[in-house]
């Protein structure tokens, strides 16, 4: 196995997720929190990056908080969570550089696959990279992650990780044959089963771009379609 995920998990048992703090069950799962701590804790993690601002961001504060020069960059959709967010970590006193940005989903076409995904200015994660670690952790519906990873592949360092949320929800095995055809040999892929509601590790082997396949293209962009919509006409802060 790999020393970090071994590391990790042997670990993960001494993280301390408090109940009292822990908001619910939106946010990442209690077990997920611990093994997503001591992960960073076993990385080192310097610089991380986060889709899904929320209790997880105080998670990754706490570790990266105890590097040097550290810095976090979470990512909502939602200015309210994300204010929700940034208040937690402010009271909270710990003393991590953390940025919050707030980011509309908007569909986007990578090659032939129109996915939806945060709105962000070009080249921001790539001028604030590269990151050690990322963390996708998206809304269990209404939104599929998918795109998420191409965003942040290409700004997260060769050897760094990126830990997906829900990865035992039905159709996610969907998105992993589109990543693994986009990424093909530049990426390894850990699924962690018995973690929370699975955990998918992803590693950046090499500096590859993605090749977006063609395969699954239509439904991908039937599906950023119909939640887009959704989204509009559900929530106008998305407008
Ligand atoms: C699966 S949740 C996870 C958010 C975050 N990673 C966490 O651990 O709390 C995904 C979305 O829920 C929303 N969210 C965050 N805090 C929330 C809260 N207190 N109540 C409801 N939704 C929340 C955010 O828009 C976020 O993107």
């Not at 998670?59 to 940034?86: C, F, G």
């Not at 996915?115 to 209404?142: R, W």
């Amino acid at each position: 196995m790999n020393p970090y995920i071994a590391a990790a998990v042997a670990e993960m048992d001494k993280i301390n997720v408090s109940r009292m703090e822990h908001p619910g069950p939106w946010a990442l799962d209690p077990a997920s929190c611990r093994f997503v701590a001591a992960f960073a804790r076993a990385l080192k993690v310097r610089r991380a990056l986060e889709f899904g601002s929320g209790f997880s961001t105080l998670v990754l504060a706490r570790e990266t908080a105890a590097q040097e020069d550290n810095y976090l960059l979470s990512i909502d959709s939602s200015p309210r969570y994300s204010t929700m967010a940034r208040e937690a970590v402010e009271t909270s006193g710990c003393p991590a550089k953390v940025e919050f940005r707030v980011a509309p989903l908007r569909p986007r076409f990578y090659g032939p696959r129109l996915l939806l995904t945060p709105a962000l200015p070009k080249g921001l994660l790539g001028a604030l990279g590269p990151f050690d670690l990322a963390l996708i952790d998206a809304p269990h519906e209404g939104w599929d992650p998918e795109a998420a990873l191409y965003d942040i592949f290409p700004a997260m360092a060769v050897g760094g990780y990126a830990v997906v949320d829900d990865a035992n929800l039905p159709g996610r095995e969907a998105h992993w044959d589109a990543w693994r055809a986009a990424l093909g040999e530049a990426a390894d892929f850990i699924h962690l089963e018995g973690i929370g509601n699975g955990l998918l590790v992803i590693e950046k082997l090499e500096d590859d771009p993605p090749r977006y396949p063609f395969k699954g293209a239509l439904g991908a962009a039937g599906r950023a379609l119909r939640d887009y919509a959704r989204l509009l006409s559900v929530n106008p802060e998305n407008r």
